[in-house]
């Protein structure tokens, strides 16, 4: 049975609107993508976010430029994490469903 890393490694924001079946989905793919426990990849994560990193994720939070934006991601991994979260939001995979519909529909 697979382990259902979604109660204790999600960024909370989401908990109510996440597939959390497809959150561990790929919680084991970064996991197997950095070859790193998907427990490490998340103590990790919250430790940056909450002390080393946390003053520059509120300075791009706030960014008027795109620029700011990219030039950040470019030099943290933090966006791996928060990604496989962010893509994991039911409203989120809903609206693939319809665009990948739709798509075949066209075909």
Do not use: P
């Amino acid at each position: 049975m697979k382990s259902d890393y979604s109660k204790n490694f999600i960024d909370h924001k989401f908990d109510k609107d996440v597939n959390r079946m497809y959150l561990n989905t790929l919680y084991s793919s970064l996991s197997s993508f950095l070859n790193i426990s998907i427990e490490k990849i998340a103590e990790d994560y919250w430790d940056r976010k909450s002390n080393e990193d946390k003053a520059e994720q509120e300075r791009v939070a706030g960014a008027k430029r795109e620029e700011d934006v990219l030039e950040y991601y470019k030099k943290t991994q933090q966006y791996l994490y928060e990604l496989v979260c962010e893509e994991s939001v039911l409203k989120k995979q809903l609206l693939f469903e319809i665009i990948y519909r739709f798509c075949k529909k066209i075909r």
